[in-house]
């Protein structure tokens, strides 16, 4: 078993003047094919004005990983990186970093999914962004 810290970001599209974006960062104690164990969960809320590049899209996953007292390996899709090579990605970032590989981090991504676009469904309601 390892240590992980899976992360997703939703609202990577344009809704009426920018960009509502939420980032998700699940620290978990992972094994080859399941997550053993959520420790902790941290939600960012981020608004920014432009079409987020690949630097906004670092930061935002930094400063949400920050927020958790575990360490760990950030694990991310490789789409959320613009699909560019891991070296790109893991020179930006001030820890460790990879894409998927197992299973087991995969589930973590999914749940970090379902957490991003929840919290980010229900501030975009409660805030009253779409209207």
């Not at 809704?15 to 959520?38: F, N, P, Q, R, W």
């Not at 079409?51 to 958790?68: F, G, H, S």
């Not at 590989?101 to 962004?129: C, G």
Request: hydrophobic share 45%; net charge negative; with cysteine.
């Amino acid at each position: 078993m390892w240590d992980i810290i899976a992360v997703d970001i939703s609202g990577r599209h344009r809704i009426k003047d920018g960009y509502y974006m939420v980032c998700a960062a699940a620290a978990l104690t992972v094994s080859a094919d399941h997550i053993e164990k959520v420790k902790q969960v941290k939600i960012l809320p981020f608004w920014l004005k432009r079409a987020p590049d690949l630097l906004d899209i670092v930061q935002l996953i930094e400063d949400t990983a920050n927020q958790l007292s575990f360490k760990g390996t950030i694990v991310a899709e490789k789409g959320d990186m613009y699909n560019q090579p891991l070296w790109v990605p893991e020179s930006m970032f001030s820890r460790a970093f990879k894409y998927q590989e197992s299973i087991a981090e995969r589930r973590a991504i999914e749940l970090a999914h379902h957490i991003s676009l929840s919290a980010r469904n229900l501030l975009i309601k409660e805030l009253d962004i779409e209207a």
